[in-house]
């Protein structure tokens, strides 16, 4: 694949202005392009071209979404960027997922795309922590940093509930 510049994700989202005010403050910039309905941003670190167009979301296409980075500590300062921003996060240290041991920490856009910064630091011998079947990286995780006060307890699932406002999943 010769020429390839970066990674293109479009996403149809239900929300378009929650979901620019969600990446702007994940990615740290704002798009480089608004139209009516449609949004883009073009990222330098992580190479990415992200795309959002107002419209239902289709179903289920994608377990998640994921950077590699190159250290924890790049996991760590990516977490605490995402808290300075105000986003809900999930860490996760020394996790077994797809074969690997990782760090990693997860947030969620307004339409419970799954988003993990992660770094492999080693092999493991199971798919998930949990043994279990299905997906690597299943949702199911519990939001406990940014939760908005109004919540009694943590918002069981990763959800973008600071963003949001609202307790429980989305």
């Known amino acids: ?3 390839v510049l970066k990674p293109h994700v479009s996403l ?8 620019v005010a969600f990446y702007a403050k994940a990615f740290g910039v704002d798009p480089v392009k608004r139209r009516p309905g449609y949004a ?3 990222l330098a670190a992580p190479s990415l071209n992200l795309t959002m167009q107002q419209g239902a979301p289709t179903g289920v296409n994608a377990d998640h979404f994921g950077i590699q980075v190159a250290s924890t500590a790049d996991v760590q300062a990516a977490s605490q960027a995402f808290k300075s921003a105000g986003l809900a996060v999930v860490e996760e240290d020394r996790t077994a997922c797809c074969y690997a041991l990782q760090d990693k920490v997860w947030i969620t856009d307004p339409d419970g795309n799954q988003w993990e910064v992660f770094t492999v630091l080693g092999e493991a011998d199971r798919l998930r922590k949990d043994g279990a079947a299905g997906a690597c990286c299943a949702p199911g995780r519990t939001v406990t940093e940014n939760v908005p006060a109004s919540c009694e307890t943590p918002v069981t699932c990763a959800t973008s509930a600071a963003s949001t406002g609202a307790c429980g999943c989305s």
């Open 1 to 3: 694949m010769q020429g």
């Open 40 to 42: 883009k941003f073009d």
């Open 12 to 19: 149809n989202v239900s929300d378009l202005e929650a979901s």
